[in-house]
């Protein structure tokens, strides 16, 4: 199916010597991308609409992409979060809930790593943005016993459920990190579905679970960032998936 998930995590210049500078895209590169998708016509949708058209609901439209981020910097409600409210765009963010309103500090520089608080959730979702679980402690949910995946799985949905007053429906796996069994723990939890890091720009009905996306690279401009939407692109991840993730690609 022609549905395209993009993965950003944070919307701001990147630090001096930040030891993970491929994770941030610039507010005037961001704009730019979001220009492109709305000059060319492309249908920004909720994840909501995408598994709805996978399950048997409506067809998507042609171009159709979800807008998704990963981790919960504040610089989300700061950056990003106006220019997509100034395009008409929807978008899901995954939150980690131990790290709600917090400032950790990154390596060795002097920078911190800032959180959204409970009070910028409730602002986004009042705005129509998804708030989705990412975790209670970002550990690898693949690699750790399955009892205390499923506390990381269920107990962040719980609170953020209690900030936002209503239900949390969407996971994302940190570090993309999953397996069959954590898979089934958050369909079990009562989440309609999850996204993964498998490098895909076409979804199934099979990967409702474990959504394949596309991370969005700093280097990315604007002729890269449309080939992200392109057979080419799907051909070439195809065979790549095959060999990493076997059944779930």
């Known amino acids: 199916m022609s549905a395209t998930i993009l993965t950003y995590h944070h919307v701001a210049d990147a630090?001096?010597?930040?030891?993970?500078?491929?994770?941030?895209?610039?507010?005037?590169?961001?704009?730019?991308?979001?220009?492109?998708?709305?000059?060319?016509?492309?249908?920004?949708?909720?994840?909501?609409?995408?598994?709805?058209?996978?399950?048997?609901?409506?067809p998507l439209p042609h171009h159709t992409v979800a807008i998704t981020f990963d981790d919960g910097f504040e610089d989300i409600f700061q950056n990003a979060f106006p220019i997509l409210r100034a395009h008409g765009f929807t978008a899901t963010i995954f939150v980690i809930t131990g790290t709600l309103g917090a400032a950790v500090s990154q390596g060795d520089t002097s920078e911190c790593e800032r959180y959204l608080s409970a009070e910028h959730l409730r602002a986004l979702s009042a705005a129509d943005i998804t708030i989705g679980s990412h975790s209670t402690a970002h550990r690898r949910l693949g690699n750790i016993p399955l009892d205390e995946a499923t506390e990381e799985i269920v107990n962040s949905r719980k609170v953020l459920e209690e900030i936002l007053g209503r239900p949390?429906?969407?996971?994302?796996?940190?570090?993309?990190?999953?397996?069959?069994?954590?898979?089934?723990?958050?369909?079990?939890?009562?989440?309609?579905?999850?996204v993964s890091v498998i490098r895909d720009n076409r979804v199934k009905p099979s990967q409702v679970y474990y959504l394949p996306r596309v991370m969005v690279m700093p280097d990315a401009t604007l002729l890269r960032f449309s080939y992200y939407f392109s057979a080419l692109y799907h051909i070439i991840h195809r065979i790549k998936n095959?060999?990493?993730?076997?059944?779930?690609a």
């Open 15 to 58: 630090p001096p010597g930040h030891p993970r500078r491929d994770l941030f895209i610039s507010p005037r590169e961001f704009n730019r991308q979001m220009d492109f998708l709305k000059q060319d016509g492309f249908h920004v949708a909720s994840l909501d609409v995408i598994k709805n058209s996978l399950t048997g609901g409506e």
């Open 168 to 194: 949390i429906t969407w996971f994302s796996y940190p570090f993309g990190s999953f397996n069959s069994d954590v898979a089934r723990c958050v369909r079990n939890a009562g989440y309609a579905g999850a």
């Open 242 to 248: 095959r060999r990493r993730w076997g059944e779930y």
